[in-house]
Nanobody, 121 residues
């Protein structure tokens, strides 16, 4: 079994900052890409940022310049630092990871349960 657990969400005023964390645990042999997605009420889940095992990053235009994704492979964690938050950033934020488990060769994408981020105006 593989688990992803997010933390760090909450209520913040516009212009503020939050740092989201996601810890991966379980029968993990290796982790390839990791990422953060978000889903606002009535909208589809969308990519916020992703990072490869080698550290290459990709950001949605909506957060580019305001957010930084990073990871610590030694402890199997991924982070999302969000600055200059806007009310339109309000959403449930989900972490995901493409994982190879022990005794298997294929990658499976796992998701966390989500953490709520609310930005007040």
């Amino acid at each position: 079994q593989v688990q992803l657990v997010e933390s760090g969400g909450g209520l913040v005023q516009a212009g503020g900052s939050l740092r989201l964390s996601c810890a991966a645990s379980g029968s993990i042999r290796s982790i390839n890409d990791m990422g953060w997605y978000r889903q606002a009420p009535g909208k589809q889940r969308e990519l916020v940022a992703s990072i490869t095992n080698g550290g290459s990053t990709n950001y949605a235009d909506a957060v580019k310049g305001r957010s930084t994704i990073s990871r610590d492979n030694a402890v199997k964690m991924v982070y999302l630092q969000m600055n200059s938050l806007k009310p339109e950033d309000t959403a449930v934020y989900y972490c995901n990871a493409k994982v190879t488990r022990y005794y298997y060769s294929d990658f499976i994408t796992y998701w966390g349960q989500g953490t709520q981020v609310t930005v007040s105006s």
